[in-house]
């Protein structure tokens, strides 16, 4: 058995150990906390990217996994594996599997069901990150500090916090999900604390007024496109922006006519 | 008056100018806040489906200018409003640090002289970079003939800057307006820009046409367009389709947003699909077909270029088929070194938009669709013709020359 570590890096290595050798894989956590602890299992970090590539060599397969090829499937896993479905790491397998077996092209240009699936992890994922990045609202929260309440499904927290910092270098940032507040400060590490005092502070900011008049200022009436809007932003979404209603408000409209 | 009444004047004045917020642009770094960003981020949408990324607004809506197109002449009894340099920094710098915005869109109406708003507006983008140390993205429209100097200071202070053109001629802008000369205000600042940007390759510049205000045709628009793209390195054009105003309607209204959308459809054939421009086909009247978009009526007027076979088809072909796009063609041209392409599945999964594709390609020697399936409005059959009955249920041999 094959163990891999907490992220991306290993559990792509771990993948293509096991089907070099033909062996099965199992998480650190797993192998922890259950009773595959009492069966023989191989750290992967035991083995080095240069006994792998030797190997991969002799059977004539993977030479994608060392040109920019393997660093497009990379980026598709990162966000993959950031997926709340639990058998994301078999979807992200089967992919390496497929790839190491028959070439990568078939996963990358999703000419594959296996591909396909992977695609559809990593646009939920990214999807969710892009989403996020232009819908949340921050309210000043202190000195230097920014707060803000995001609606997340993925695991991408970290993602967000990457982001934002870039625009706000010189503020501590603050994003609550989940009665969490997940704090980013200066020396860019992430901490957890109690989320509700910081969700009051974000209740109680008044500039929602300003937007909202700015909002309907941009409204141009004569293009009233409800279906375009539904599709660029989700119907999940309506209800928790500040604009939200204002949509529900034109929908309503429509449907009194 | 108040900020927020201010503030819905002037947002709503700027209603109708179009851009976007993606920048490669990294010269402001190290910038006290904000970033930019190759891709963008829309910030919401408007119920009309229109993305906000920038804080859109006019300095003031007060102006001396008489243009027939414009929501916001001389002639018009509206509130007028304006903003001072520094309210505007503060309520910007407010939508940003909140993320309702990606960056500052700042145009205005002409008061008193374009060189004295020019002046006003220079100010807020020079407190935003230089007091606030903002590096985010900001595009400033220049006023027609302004002077070069602040030309100059926009651009480095700026990520875009922007003329609007209008219409493609003089002989258009004369029935608009009895004031702005078109060939020294407005093709001359173009050109005093273009000049500029020489010397500082990060910033562009675009321009805005108003479709459909004096009767201009498509044809028209496309050869004004070319020439700025040649000649002036223009980075892209935006078209608004013409907001009929209470004083100026002796304008047909008929099919605007439609020719809006062909409008921008022919650009983007000219930008990323690298079609010449003999190869647009336009109607007798001047105007593109609004039934059915460029790449089709081009496609439909030269079947004897079609179908092709998509395992050996170049990028050209492959570009001026139907359905394929430049990211789905580069995939095309990537994977059919490795994988035979047999199934519309695969083509699907790359991205092609396969109802529109089918009549014009061939699979493995194989057709799959007709074109008659294109305007059913259904999902086409895609039952397999041979070769021979694919050439006779769709090629007319009519248009072969």
Same mark, same amino acid.
Request: net charge positive; aromatic share 10%; hydrophobic share 35%.
């Given at each position: 058995m094959i163990r891999y570590h907490n992220n991306m890096g290993s559990f792509f290595k771990a993948c293509v150990v096991a089907w070099l050798l033909g062996d099965s894989l199992c998480s650190?956590?797993?192998?922890?906390?259950?009773?595959?602890?009492?069966?023989?299992?191989?750290?992967?970090?035991?083995?080095?990217?240069?006994?792998?590539?030797?190997?991969?060599?002799?059977?004539?397969?993977?030479?994608?996994?060392?040109?920019?090829?393997?660093?497009?499937?990379?980026?598709?896993?990162?966000?993959?594996?950031?997926?709340?479905?639990?058998?994301?790491?078999?979807?992200?397998?089967?992919?390496?599997?497929?790839?190491?077996q028959h070439g990568i092209e078939g996963i990358l240009y999703k000419t594959t069901e296996e591909g396909k699936e992977l695609y559809r992890l990593y646009r939920n994922v990214f999807g969710e990150i892009h989403a996020m990045c232009g819908l949340v609202r921050f309210v000043p929260s202190g000195k230097n500090t920014l707060a803000a309440k995001v609606q997340l499904e993925h695991d991408t927290i970290d993602f967000l916090m990457a982001y934002f910092r870039q625009r706000y270098p010189d503020q501590v940032l603050i994003l609550v999900s989940g009665g969490i507040a997940y704090i980013c400060d200066e020396s860019d590490e992430i901490y957890e604390e109690e989320g509700s005092p910081f969700e009051e502070a974000i209740k109680s900011d008044d500039f929602g007024q300003f937007w909202e008049i700015y909002y309907?200022?941009?409204?141009?009436?004569?293009?009233?496109?409800?279906?375009?809007?539904?599709?660029?932003?989700?119907?999940?979404?309506?209800?928790?922006?500040?604009?939200?209603?204002?949509?529900?408000?034109?929908?309503?409209?429509?449907?009194?006519? | 008056m108040e900020l927020l009444e201010k503030l819905e004047i002037l947002g709503t004045a700027a209603k109708f100018d179009v851009c976007a917020a993606s920048?490669?642009?990294?010269?402001?770094?190290?910038?006290?806040?904000?970033?930019?960003?190759?891709?963008?981020?829309?910030?919401?949408?408007?119920?009309?489906?229109?993305?906000?990324?920038?804080?859109?607004?006019?300095?003031?809506?007060?102006?001396?200018?008489?243009?027939?197109?414009?929501?916001?002449?001389?002639?018009?009894?509206?509130?007028?409003?304006?903003?001072?340099?520094?309210e505007l920094v503060q309520l910007f710098v407010q939508f940003y640090t909140r993320n309702y915005v990606e960056g500052l869109f700042l145009s205005s109406g002409i008061r008193?002289?374009?060189?004295?708003?020019?002046?006003?507006?220079?100010?807020?983008?020079?407190?935003?970079?230089?007091?606030?140390r903002f590096g985010g993205y900001i595009h400033l429209k220049i006023l027609p003939g302004c002077e070069e100097s602040m030309i100059e200071k926009a651009v480095a202070l700026c990520n875009r800057v922007s003329v609007n053109i209008e219409v493609p001629s003089d002989r258009h802008m004369e029935k608009l307006s009895r004031k702005k000369d078109f060939q020294r205000d407005i093709l001359g600042t173009i050109g005093k820009i273009s000049k500029q940007l020489k010397h500082d390759r990060q910033v562009t510049q675009t321009t805005q046409y108003v479709v459909g205000a004096a009767g201009e045709t498509d044809r028209e628009i496309f050869d004004s367009v070319s020439q700025l793209y040649h000649t002036y390195n223009l980075k892209r054009a935006y078209y608004s389709a013409y907001q009929p105003i209470?004083?100026?309607?002796? %304008? @047909? /209204?008929?099919?605007?947003?439609?020719?809006? &959308?062909?409008?921008?459809?022919?650009?983007?054939?000219?930008?990323q699909y690298q079609f010449r421009s003999d190869e647009f086909i336009f109607e007798k009247d001047g105007n593109l077909n609004y039934k059915v978009d460029p790449k089709m009526a081009y496609a439909v007027n030269n079947m004897h270029l079609f179908p092709i076979d998509l395992q050996r088809a170049t990028e050209a072909q492959l570009l001026r088929t139907p359905g394929i796009g430049p990211a789905s063609c580069r995939r095309i041209l990537q994977i059919r070194?490795?994988?035979?392409?047999?199934?519309?599945?695969?083509?699907?999964?790359?991205?092609?938009? %396969? @109802? /529109?594709?089918?009549?014009?390609?061939?699979? &493995?020697?194989?057709?799959?669709?007709?074109?008659?399936?294109?305007?059913?409005?259904?999902?086409?059959?895609?039952?397999?013709?041979?070769?021979?009955?694919?050439?006779?249920?769709?090629?007319?041999?009519?248009?072969?020359?």
């Open positions: 650190e956590e797993e192998w922890n906390t259950t009773l595959l602890q009492f069966a023989p299992a191989t750290d992967v970090a035991q083995y080095s990217w240069e006994e792998i590539q030797h190997m991969l060599r002799k059977r004539n397969r993977g030479q994608w996994i060392f040109d920019g090829r393997g660093s497009r499937l990379k980026h598709l896993l990162l966000y993959a594996l950031r997926h709340r479905e639990d058998k994301k790491y078999s979807i992200c397998k089967n992919a390496i599997d497929y790839g190491l309907k200022a941009q409204y141009i009436q004569e293009r009233k496109n409800l279906r375009l809007t539904a599709k660029v932003i989700r119907k999940k979404y309506w209800n928790w922006l500040q604009e939200g209603k204002l949509i529900l408000e034109e929908e309503q409209k429509d449907t009194r006519k | 920048s490669s642009n990294k010269r402001f770094q190290g910038a006290s806040f904000g970033a930019v960003s190759p891709s963008g981020v829309c910030h919401s949408f408007t119920p009309d489906g229109r993305c906000i990324s920038l804080f859109k607004v006019l300095m003031t809506n007060e102006c001396e200018q008489d243009c027939g197109y414009c929501q916001n002449n001389c002639y018009r009894d509206i509130p007028r409003a304006r903003f001072t340099p520094d008193a002289s374009s060189n004295r708003t020019m002046e006003d507006m220079l100010q807020v983008v020079e407190r935003l970079r230089i007091k606030h209470a004083h100026h309607s002796a %304008v @047909k /209204r008929d099919n605007l947003l439609v020719r809006e &959308n062909r409008l921008y459809q022919m650009d983007f054939l000219m930008r070194k490795s994988v035979k392409l047999t199934d519309l599945k695969q083509l699907k999964h790359m991205g092609v938009v %396969v @109802k /529109r594709a089918a009549p014009f390609i061939l699979l &493995n020697g194989k057709s799959f669709g007709r074109l008659e399936d294109l305007t059913k409005g259904e999902r086409p059959l895609y039952e397999q013709l041979t070769i021979e009955q694919f050439m006779k249920e769709t090629i007319h041999y009519d248009s072969i020359p």
